[in-house]
C-alpha cells in the first residue's frame, strides 16, 4: 500500500471519570505517570517491577528479557505455574470466596469456591499424569462453557501440558484440521453442549473427527446432556469415573517462565489457521496486570465477560486474568437471547455484576432488539462496561453507555488481538478522558504507534498501520510449527517492527482509533477508506441497526462501495428503495461524497464468524458477482450466504 488511509470521521464527545471513581481506581494518574516515565527510561526495570509484584515464582528469573526479533524470550531462568497463581496462592486468604459463578443456558446454577476450584483442578490434573499426560504434551479441550473446561484448563498448565482449546462451536473438519496441527495426545470434550436449547453434539463431532486424526490416544467425555453417544472403549472415558478415585493432592509442577502455555488457532489471509503459540510466565504477567489496571478489579467485584473460552478473551479474562488476581469470574454457557433478550440483564441484575465485559456485536444486537428488553431489570450494581473484538462505532458506544452505564460507568474499549496475549491499547477507568470510537492510548510498557509503509510515524488524523515497536512479555512466541510464518506475517511488512494488520490513526489529541483490518481498507477513486468509518456513519441513521460495507471492482472508481444494511424493523424496509438513496445521502452528507456507496443491500443479518466478526471476505464475493469461494468453516450461520446472494439487486 502506497498512499494513506483517509480518515474523515472526528469525534468531538469526551467523558471523564467521575470524582467517586477516581478516588478508588486501582490505578491513579500519579501512579500511571510514573510507570510510563520508568517504561520509557528503563524498559527492563518496568517489567522487573510489575514481575515481582504481580506475581508467585518459585524461582527468581535470572534475565529480564533476550530480545532476538522477533523473537523473545522473557524472565530466563526463573520457575513459576500459571494454575499456582490462580488458584494455590490464594488459598490462605480466600479459599470460601466464590472464584466461578457457573449459569447454565437452561438456568442451573453452580458457584465454585476457590478451595472448591483448587480440590478440582488437582483431581484432574491427577487423573491426566495417570493416563501418562506429560510436560509439553498438547492436550484438545473441545467442550461447552461449563466449569469443568476451566478446571481443564487449569489442570493442564498446572502439570505443564499444553492446551489448545477449540470453539465448541466449530465443526468436525475445523477440529480435525487443529488437533492434526498440534499433534494433541488427548481431547476433552462433552456429550453434548447447549445452545439455543438445542443439544450439540460434541462428542459425535470429535468420534467423526478422529478418523481423520492419528495422534489422539485417550478421549476424556464430561457428562452434560446426557444424550446418547457412542463409546470407544479402548480410547473413550468419562470423566466421572476418571477423577471419581483420584486424590486431592497434587503439587503444582515449576515450570520455566518460557514454558510453552497454550496454543490457539485464529485465521490469517489464508485457509490454513495459525496456531498463535504463547508461553508461561510473560503471558501470566500481562493478564494479571491488565486485568487489575483496566478492569479495575477488586476484592469485592463480580466479574463477567462474555466471551467463549474458545477465543482469547476467553483465555486472557474469563480464566487467567481474573483468577490469577482472585477474583469472582461469572461464566454463562448459553447465547445472549435465549430465552429472549433479556437474559443478559436478568444475569447481572441476579448475580449483582459489577463488571461487563462484551463485543460491539453483541451491543448492537442489543441496540436492535430494543431498550424494553433493558429496562425490565435493574442495572445498578455496573460500575464498569468494556468492549473487545472489532471497532465499536459511536453510536453503539453511546447506546451502551446511556442504556447499560446508565451514562456513571466508565467504558473501556480494549484493542487487542490472540497474538498480543492480553490488552495493549485501552483507557484506563479511573485516569483516562474517553472519546466514543477511540481505545484511546497504549497502556504502560506498550509502545504502540501509527506509521506509513516505511515505518515513519503518520501525522494526526491521517490514516496508517498500527505497529508495536518493542517486546511485550504476552506477546506471541511464534506460530506453531512454523517460525517462518510467524516472521512473514508479524515483522516483515513494517521494518523493526510487530505489524498487528489493523490501520489505525491517532486524532489530533493522540487519541488511537482502530480502522479496522487493513485489508477492510478500501480504495476509492484513488482514497483509500475504512469500511469501519462508513459503516458507523450507516449505522448513524435511525433506521439501520448494523452494516457491513465492502469494495468491489468498479470501471471508473477502480473500487466502488456496497453497503450490506441490516435494518432495524422489517416495515421500515417497505421504503426500500427510497431508503437506498437516504442512505447514500446521509453517508455523503456525514462523511463526503467520496464516501457514498454506489449499492446498498438490504438483508436480514450479516455472515459472521462464530466469535461475531463479520466475514467481509465472503461479502466481496457476492458484492463483485464472484461464487464464494475459500474457507467458511468458521461462519456461524451458512444460509446467510444464500439469502443475500438471493437479495440480489
Ligand atoms: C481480542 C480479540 C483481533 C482483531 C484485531 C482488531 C480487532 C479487537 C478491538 C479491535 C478495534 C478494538 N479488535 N479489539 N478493533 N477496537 N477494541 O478480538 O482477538 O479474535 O485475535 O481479533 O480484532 O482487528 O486485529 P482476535
Known sequence: MDENITSVLSEKRTFSPSNDFVKQANLNKAEYERLILKAKTDFEGFWTELAEKNIFWFKKWEKVLEWNEPFSKWFIGGKTNISYNCLDRHLEKKSDKKALIWIGENGEKREITYKELFNEVCRFSNALLKLGVKESDCVVIYMPLIPEAVISMLACTRIGAVHSVVFGGFSKEALADRINDSKAKVVITADGGYRRGQVVPLKLNVDEALQRCSSVEKVIIVQRTKNKIEIKPERDLWYHELTADSSLENKAKELDSEHPLFILYTSGTTGKPKGILHTTAGYLLWTTVTTKWVFDIKDSDVYWCTADIGWVTGHSYVVYGPLSSGATSLIYEGAPNYPDWGRFWEIIQENKINIFYTAPTAIRAFMKAGVEWIKKYDLSSLRLLGSVGEP????????????????????????????????????????????????????????????????????????????????????????????????????????????????????????????????????????????????????????????????????????????????????????????????????????????????????????????????????RDIASGKQTTGDTTTLEDISVIEKLRENEL
Open 392 to 619: 465499536i462505532n459511536p453510536e453503539a458506544w453511546m447506546w451502551y453507555h446511556e442504556n447499560i452505564g446508565r451514562k456513571k460507568c466508565p467504558i473501556v474499549d480494549t484493542w487487542w488481538q490472540t497474538e498480543t496475549g492480553g490488552i495493549l491499547i485501552s483507557p484506563l477507568p479511573g485516569i483516562t478522558v474517553t472519546k466514543p470510537g477511540s481505545a484511546t492510548f497504549p497502556l504502560p510498557g506498550i509502545f504502540a504507534e501509527v506509521v506509513n509503509q516505511d515505518g515513519n510515524p503518520v501525522p494526526p488524523e491521517q490514516g496508517g498501520f498500527l505497529v508495536i515497536k518493542k517486546p511485550w512479555t504476552s506477546m506471541l512466541r511464534t506460530v506453531y510449527g512454523d517460525d517462518e510464518r510467524y516472521r512473514q506475517t508479524y515483522w516483515k511488512r513494517i521494518k523493526g517492527a510487530y505489524f498487528a494488520g489493523d490501520g489505525a490513526k491517532k486524532d489530533s489529541d493522540g487519541y488511537f482509533c482502530l480502522l479496522g483490518r487493513v485489508d477492510d481498507v478500501i480504495k476509492v477513486s484513488g482514497h483509500l477508506l475504512s469500511t469501519m468509518e462508513v459503516e458507523s456513519s450507516l449505522v448513524s441513521h435511525p433506521f439501520v441497526a448494523e452494516a457491513a460495507v465492502v469494495g468491489y471492482p468498479h470501471d471508473i472508481k477502480g473500487e466502488a462501495l456496497c453497503a450490506f444494511v441490516v435494518l432495524k424493523t422489517v416495515e421500515a424496509l417497505h421504503a426500500a428503495p427510497l431508503l437506498a438513496e437516504e442512505l447514500k445521502n446521509h453517508v455523503a452528507k456525514e462523511i463526503g461524497p467520496i464516501a457514498k456507496p454506489d449499492q446498498i443491500r438490504f438483508t436480514e443479518s450479516l455472515p459472521k464468524t462464530r466469535s461475531g466478526k463479520i466475514m467481509r471476505r465472503l461479502l
